[in-house]
């Protein structure tokens, strides 16, 4: 992400979500901004960190099937 706030961070990339017609590569880029960011929790933040964790290997996990051609 930017090196802005976490908020600001946030609400760029959920304005950003790919829509129906996004290709593969839009999702797939999406899913690592996601990731990206959620590492940026899972780094800082102890309280939500094992939250923070799952939800990033999910988003790399998917953008990962997506760059694989599964969707």
């Known amino acids: 992400?930017?090196?802005?706030?976490?908020?600001?961070?946030?609400?760029?990339?959920?304005?950003?979500?790919?829509?129906?017609?996004a290709?593969?590569?839009?999702?797939?880029?999406?899913?690592?901004r996601k990731a990206d960011l959620l590492q940026r929790i899972a780094d800082t933040d102890g309280y939500l960190h094992a939250?923070?964790?799952e939800l990033v290997d999910t988003a790399r996990r998917r953008a990962a099937e997506l760059r694989e051609g599964r969707s």
Do not use: Q, Y
């Open 23 to 32: 290709s593969a590569t839009e999702r797939t880029e999406w899913f690592d």
């Open 1 to 21: 992400m930017t090196g802005t706030s976490f908020a600001v961070d946030l609400s760029a990339l959920l304005k950003s979500i790919p829509g129906l017609t």
């Open 51 to 53: 939250e923070a964790v």
